[in-house]
């Protein structure tokens, strides 16, 4: 049988995405993955140096992707199916290039942990991410920015004469273009996948990714890497090595032998020789990923057997459902690393995902080491090192290889920096075309010299660039408020807080809408410490956007309304300014009062004011916050100082000991 690719579509119960939240992310990255000082000074010399190197500290230019909700209705998702006479894989590129489903056909087995709802939460570093498949992950410690974003995708010629779908974007946090190449030739069981980072500046840029492989987490299922180490951290902040399998009195190589969500990051053994990772059944049946040597990171992640784990099961998808491990592949030895690329340097390699089956009864053996040497004698046997080597290099010679049908298109970003910095990068073409009207009147910029206003000066200001060359663009460009504002973001992200203040300073007073501004400049003063004076922009601001906004409908001022009432309340509470807090709820509007966040903000106001009983009756009645993020524990803390009673099972999102 040929292998075949073909368009599809892909039917599940979905909850809308919803708009991006339009205010810019000025708050320092709230990010769980992180260490404390002391932690770091037993590491390994490499490991602290790339966990030093340039980690993320601001989310822009990217925005926030909060604006989804839980209810879930069937929705059709355009899909990408490649298939042989072994496996059907199934692709969406229009979210972050997910591999949904890997189905060995022989058998009729799904080798992954297959979501069967598309349910988005606040996992990603700006937000939206869903659970299940494989995501692959660039840009920063956590996952990616693209986890719920287009890809551009079309057809390739493979190395076997086949076809392959190409996958590419300009991933923004860091400035470079990827690809993701994925191929299935046509007597193969395994899934190949090639992938390559380019850093087309003059400038080195540090990289981060990791392919994570969402798969079942069934009893009886052992996760088995060549490794007698590993690298735990648990969300404590702390990073400790830890012996495979046993450690603590339980087995850590089986999902549920954890009570907490934990990460494991292999310390490869000295006998390893291939990177691989696999997650086996009671049968000796499973999933295996392995690769060439340059993706030599391999890691496991375990919700754990614990209630706030378990909790956080559920809440990504529908219940009843079985839960999920990830096994997953990276270029360093942890997530909480970057490697340097050079200027003008790029980076590839080669995956391969498919079933492998080995003898049971050495797998979940009481000897880890006959464990894993026997499935990495199935391996070998069925797909040995130089076979994957060999489809690398074929592989090399078609990654500049000009893409031909197109199946999907990305965003326009990366034909803006392509057509601005003249960047050559075959294989991956950011046309002009591509501009979108996110993106157009930065291409305007860059032609005239002036920053085009939109057709409402009034409205919630559109996305921008942050890189220098656009920072010196805005600060040669006459100087109105608009201008400003994007200015002062730009040097925000730069580091460069007191000019940026400057900046909003100035764009205020001939502003016809002073609510960007003042609220960027809210933002700066919370970041500074200044509570007091956050508060009182906060609210001036939430009063001039419905002062601005007069009757003007649309998802772009739903957002940002939203959006800066939220931020608006908060910091009234945390300068224990609670009649202000007051004021500004009465002048949120009841459709918005009704929101998750808004309730859990209601009842943080009802203590405040010592109606304890009150907001206890808010929980009691119920409160879902579809946007609480990984690590939050937000609902714990509020219900302690409710309640004497322990935490209701489904408010409990804890990821570690308390």
């Not at 997953?328 to 970057?338: D, K, W």
């Not at 130089?386 to 298109?409: F, I, M």
């Not at 057509?419 to 291409?443: M, N, S, V, Y």
């Not at 956050?534 to 001022?557: I, K, Q, S, T, V």
């Amino acid at each position: 049988m040929a292998t075949t690719v073909r368009r599809a579509v892909v039917t599940l119960p979905a909850a809308p995405l919803g708009p991006e939240n339009p205010l810019p992310p000025l708050s320092p990255l709230d990010e769980p993955h992180v260490l404390d000082e002391r932690s770091r000074e037993a590491l390994p010399r490499r490991m602290a140096r790339q966990i030093g190197y340039q980690p993320l500290r601001s989310l822009l230019p990217v925005r926030l992707r909060d604006g989804y909700g839980r209810d879930r209705s069937e929705t059709a998702l355009d899909a990408v199916v490649l298939e042989n006479e072994h496996l059907r894989a199934t692709v969406l590129p229009g979210l972050g290039g997910r591999v949904q489903s890997l189905l060995h056909l022989p058998t009729g087995r799904e080798l992954l942990y297959r979501n069967p709802v598309f349910q988005p939460a606040a996992f990603a570093l700006n937000g939206a991410w869903f659970s299940g498949g494989i995501e692959w992950n660039i840009g920063a410690t956590g996952h990616t920015t693209l986890s719920c974003a287009p890809l551009h995708a079309a057809l390739v010629p493979a190395p076997d004469g086949g076809t392959m779908v190409r996958l590419w974007e300009w991933e923004r946090l860091r400035d470079l273009p990827f690809q993701v190449d994925l191929w299935l030739p046509a007597d193969s069981p395994y899934l190949y996948v090639g992938v390559r980072v380019r850093n087309p500046h003059e400038r080195p840029a540090p990289v981060y990714w990791w392919s994570n492989t969402a798969v079942p987490e069934d009893p009886g299922t052992r996760v088995l890497a060549p490794a007698d180490e590993a690298w735990h951290f648990g969300y404590e902040r702390s990073l400790r090595k830890v012996p495979v399998p046993r450690w603590e009195g339980a087995d850590r190589t089986y999902p549920l032998g954890s009570e907490y969500p934990a990460d494991w990051f292999y310390e490869p053994a000295e006998d390893g020789g291939r990177p691989w990772i696999a997650a086996l059944d009671h049968s000796g049946h499973g999933l295996v990923q392995t690769s060439t040597d340059r993706l030599g990171g391999r890691k496991l992640f375990v919700w754990g057997s614990g209630p706030g784990g378990r909790r956080w099961q559920e809440w990504l998808t529908e219940p009843g459902t079985p839960g999920y491990a990830e096994i997953q592949a990276g270029l360093a030895r942890t997530q909480l690393e970057h490697v340097r690329l050079d200027p003008g340097a790029e980076i590839s390699w080669l995956e391969a995902y498919g079933p492998l089956a080995a003898d049971p009864a050495a797998v979940h053996g009481t000897d880890w080491a006959a464990a894993r040497a026997e499935a990495a004698r199935a391996l070998d046997a069925a797909l040995p090192r130089g076979a994957v080597d060999a489809a690398y290099a074929a592989w090399r010679e078609h990654a500049d290889t000009e893409p031909g049908e197109r199946l999907a298109s990305g965003s326009g970003w990366g034909a803006l920096e392509v057509l601005c910095g003249g960047h050559k990068l075959p294989g991956t073409p950011f046309a002009e075309p591509d501009i979108g009207e996110q993106e157009r009147p930065w291409l305007e910029l860059w032609r005239t010299g002036a920053l085009p206003g939109g057709p409402d000066p009034a409205a919630p200001p559109g996305p921008g660039p942050v890189a220098p060359h656009w920072r010196d663009m805005l600060e040669t460009a006459p100087a109105d408020p608009l201008t400003e504002y994007h200015l002062g973001v730009a040097q925000w992200h730069a580091g460069d807080r007191a000019q940026a203040v400057r900046s909003w300073e100035r764009g205020l007073t001939p502003a016809p809408s002073r609510w960007p501004l003042l609220r960027c400049l809210a933002a700066a003063d919370a970041v500074a410490g200044e509570t007091g004076r956050a508060a009182e922009r906060y609210a001036e601001a939430f009063r001039a956007l419905a002062e601005a906004r007069d009757g003007r409908g649309g998802a772009a001022w739903d957002a940002a309304e939203s959006a800066l009432g939220r931020e608006a309340l908060a910091a009234q509470l945390d300068a224990g300014r609670v009649r202000e807090a007051r004021a500004v709820w009465d002048r949120v509007r009841p459709g918005l009062r009704e929101r998750g966040r808004f309730r859990l903000l209601a009842a943080r106001l009802l203590v405040a004011e010592g109606h304890v009983v009150a907001a206890r009756r808010l929980f009691e009645d119920g409160i879902t916050v579809p946007d609480l993020r990984e690590g939050d524990e937000s609902l714990a803390e509020l219900w302690s100082a409710l309640s004497p009673q322990p935490l209701p099972a489904h408010y409990d999102f804890r990821m570690r000991p308390a």
